[in-house]
């Protein structure tokens, strides 16, 4: 059998199966990034399509996980074995090399310090050293009485917002009002404890306070906010309590003694901003308690002082933990019959902050975290292929015609997620944050419109057909709900002279925040496989609505099918037969549920 047939024959046995994407493993947990992939999963790909010593390109690199794939294609783990016998096919392990495009500031400062080959053992040694310095120096922050009156140390806690009553005006704090405990309920009304009128939660206005910014040396307004319930630990023992006036004291006496010397870093804001839970949030700052603020500030000045590729290690470390966990976006949820609140990070893709935001002790954090980094380094470090970097647009890749043996990537999902926006949080910590003249997005606020983002796609896959090898493939995942986002994506492979030969769906274990709450939310990633193609791909006589009723035919009798997939498969078939998605994934679930009440 010839290099060509067994290849064609992997690539058969790939795309038959669903590809299994898990969200666990120390290299999956390094650092979060929305939409990220399992780098185990991708190099299963990479293993099966390319021959060592291969150059793999990723147009959309994002959190570098089809560059630490190309590595562990020398050191295959055992996840990646398992993941090769359940698709059923024979990876030819051995170093591979990859270049990667990404214009993310965040996602390529994060990706050079991953892939910087700092042992295990140096990070190790490091972190030990840095977090015994910062408790000395800033540890005390976190000191507090427990409920018996002794020294204990702050794990978390839950601050609330203060309502107003609509009828006679009466501050009322919604974690003392609005919520109970043993079990927890975020409760829908509020009876003001003054008139006794009985409240909606969400037609209550949130109370205000003037405020004297010391980073900004002004009055500021912003949301006025109380430290209610704190849970801690003593000598190993935990413990929880509510709130005094003097913890607040204790905050104060924080804010007047511990001087900042940042200059402020405004938020620039897009999709995402919402003048309710955003109310006086115009700078990096304003997402943080002050306390929380001061610590971060000084945790990164004391990383700034260690030699330069520990120091970028450092600070990755704290930037893995800080959005999620270090800002007030973290929260807690409640579980039906649970005794307490669920202490949970920041929501995905968003920049979400709750009525009970959660001040997170974060030398406790980043010591928790530190492990997956060590783990992830020490693996990489015995890895002989070459990554190369580039933080730029790949509407422009500086590759040579027909370099590229194989292209991995998952590019922005239309109006998705605005990268840049999100990661801001992260970015505004480095020296600069991402230009996104060219962030390939829908977007109102870019004045990025559906074809302007289609444009600028199609200059990438141009790119792509441009570099890729003759004969040789690229894998793109790519998620949308709308089939307006679809046509764009596809309009842009056909016009870069690229054509789709199979179609698989990437079958992450865990979806996103939008992915799980959204009433079009899509199961699965949509995987395709293309090539180079002078010619126009032939269009199936069948129509959109065939290939719905064919699926739903198939899949009628099977209880466990979700719909939400559906829509994936769907979109796979369509692209599949050159025809194009007519309809958006709410209609497909409407048009699913309702045939399933017939049936």
């Not at 005006?169 to 405990?181: K, M, Q």
Request: contains cysteine; aromatic residues 10%; hydrophobic residues 35%.
């Amino acid at each position: 059998m010839s290099r060509k047939e067994k290849l064609m024959d992997k690539i058969e046995a790939l795309y038959s199966k669903t590809l299994p994407s898990s969200r666990a493993g120390s290299f999956y947990n390094t650092f979060p990034y929305p939409t990220k992939i399992s780098p185990e999963a991708i190099a299963v790909y990479i293993a099966c399509t390319t021959d060592p010593g291969d150059m793999v390109l990723d147009a959309f690199a994002g959190s570098g996980s089809t560059g630490i794939a190309a590595l562990l294609c020398e050191h295959p783990t055992k996840r990646m074995e398992k993941i090769a016998k359940e698709l059923n096919v024979a990876p030819v392990w051995g170093a591979r090399n990859a270049v990667l495009y990404e214009i993310g500031t965040y996602a390529s400062f994060a990706m050079e310090t991953i892939l910087s080959r700092l042992s295990g053992t140096e990070f190790t040694n490091a972190v030990d050293d840095f977090l015994k310095k910062a408790q000395t120096l800033i540890g005390w922050q976190y000191e507090t009485k427990d409920p018996f009156g002794n020294i204990g140390t702050i794990r978390y806690i839950i601050w609330s917002e203060i309502l107003v009553c609509p009828n006679c005006d009466l501050e009322i704090p919604y974690f003392a009002y609005g919520t109970s405990r043993n079990p927890v309920q975020f409760k829908n009304e509020i009876i003001c404890p003054c008139c006794k009128k009985v409240h909606c939660v969400e037609e209550m206005h949130f109370a205000t306070e003037k405020h004297y910014d010391r980073l900004l040396h002004k009055q500021v307004y912003r949301k006025k906010r109380i430290p209610a319930w704190i849970y801690g630990t003593t000598n190993g023992c935990n413990w929880d309590r509510q709130a005094t006036k003097e913890d607040e004291d204790f905050i104060a006496l924080i804010e007047n003694t511990c001087d900042v010397t940042d200059a402020p870093k405004e938020i620039q804001w897009g999709e995402l901003h919402r003048a309710g839970y955003h109310y006086g949030i115009t700078h990096l700052h304003h997402f943080y308690t002050v306390r929380n603020y001061i610590v971060m500030s000084k945790l990164w000045e004391l990383a700034e002082t260690y030699p330069e590729k520990v120091s970028r290690a450092l600070k990755l470390l704290l930037l893995s933990y800080n959005a999620a966990n270090c800002t007030m976006m973290t929260r807690v949820v409640a579980k039906k019959n649970a005794k307490d609140f669920i202490l949970t990070s920041a929501q995905s893709g968003v920049l979400y902050i709750s009525k009970l935001p959660v001040e997170k002790n974060i030398l406790l954090g980043i010591k928790r975290k530190a492990k997956p980094f060590a783990e992830t380094y020490e693996a990489l470090q015995k890895c002989t292929g070459q990554v190369i970097l580039h933080n730029s647009s790949s509407t422009k890749i500086e590759e040579e015609n027909n370099s590229i043996d194989f292209v991995f990537t998952d590019p922005p999902f239309g109006d998705f997620i605005p990268y840049a926006e999100v990661n801001q949080i992260n970015e505004l910590w480095l020296p600069k944050v991402t230009d996104r003249t060219n962030e390939v997005i829908i977007s109102a606020s870019q004045e990025k419109s559906v074809l302007g983002y289609q444009e600028l796609l199609t200059q990438v896959f141009s790119e792509i057909n441009r570099v890729l090898k003759p004969s040789h493939y690229a894998s793109v995942v790519f998620h949308a709900a709308k089939a307006k986002v679809w046509d764009a994506f596809n309009e842009a492979i056909e016009t870069a002279g690229l054509q789709i030969m199979h179609t698989n769906i990437l079958d992450k274990t865990q979806g996103s925040f939008k992915q799980v709450v959204s009433d079009g939310s899509v199961q699965g990633d949509p995987l395709f496989l293309l090539k180079k193609s002078s010619e126009k791909k032939q269009t199936s006589q069948l129509t959109d609505g065939e290939v719905l009723c064919t699926l739903f035919a198939n899949h009628m009798d099977d209880p466990d099918f979700d719909n939400r997939r559906c829509f994936s498969q769907y979109v796979n078939r369509c692209l599949e037969l050159g025809i194009g998605v007519k309809m958006d994934a709410k209609q497909v679930y409407e048009y699913y549920n309702s045939r399933k009440r017939e049936k």
